[in-house]
Structure formats: C-alpha cells, structure tokens
Nanobody, 124 residues
Framework: QVELVESGGGLVQAGGSLRLSCEASGRTFSSYAMGWFRQAPGKEREFVAYITWSGSNTYYADSVKGRFTISRDNAKNTVYLQMNSLKPEDTAVYYC?????????????????WGQGTQVTVSS
C-alpha cells in the first residue's frame, strides 16, 4: 500500500510559477513509476506528465511541454512538478499517481494509487 500526499498548490497570476510536491509513504517508492494528472471543473481528468522509476525517462502532455518539469527524489520518496509560465487554462486540481511498474503510462486507469489532489488556480 502506498499513500500519496500532494502539496504546493495555490493561487498564482498568469506567467507565474508553482512547484508541486507529492510525498509517498512506504519503502518501495523507487520501484514505482509516477505520474501527474489534473482535472478542471466540468472536465475529465487528463494526463500531465510521467516519470519512470529511475527518473531517466519523462513524458509530457503537449499542453505543458516546455513549461512543466517532472522530477523525483527517491531518497525523499517525493516526486515534483515544477510549473512555469502558468496560464489560466492550467487551473485544475492536480493529482499525483503511482504505478506498480518501472514503466510509466499516460493512462490514468493503469495507475494503482492516487493522492487527494491539490488545487492550482491561475488568474488572468
């Protein structure tokens, strides 16, 4: 069992930055692939970014590529999402997710554990 706790959300003006953190419980964090997803009001949950267990491979949705960076620190059981040049359309609840695999995926249904989410609001 893995418990995920996100933090770092908040209100920011367009063009600003935020760094989200997701801390995982358990001793096997390094064997999990991790992903970030988001859900805006009235919309389905969408993929944002993922990172493999070692951190050697990452992948981003086109909408955030070049602005967001996913990273992880396995010694701290934490995955991060650095978000720069934020836009109002980035407003959503952001969720981190863990998958019992060394490989990551864009499909939310293939993740095994989810955090409770953290709200990100970008004002224009």
């Amino acid at each position: 069992q893995v418990e995920l706790v996100e933090s770092g959300g908040g209100l920011v003006q367009a063009g600003g930055s935020l760094r989200l953190s997701c801390e995982a419980s358990g001793r096997t964090f390094s064997s999990y692939a991790m992903g970030w997803f988001r859900q805006a009001p009235g919309k389905e949950r969408e993929f944002v970014a993922y990172i493999t267990w070692s951190g050697s491979n990452t992948y981003y949705a086109d909408s955030v590529k070049g602005r967001f960076t996913i990273s992880r620190d396995n010694a701290k059981n934490t995955v991060y999402l650095q978000m720069n040049s934020l836009k109002p359309e980035d407003t959503a609840v952001y969720y981190c997710a863990a998958r019992r695999s060394y490989l990551s995926t864009r499909s939310a249904s293939e993740y095994d554990y989810w955090g409770q989410g953290t709200q990100v609001t970008v004002s224009s």
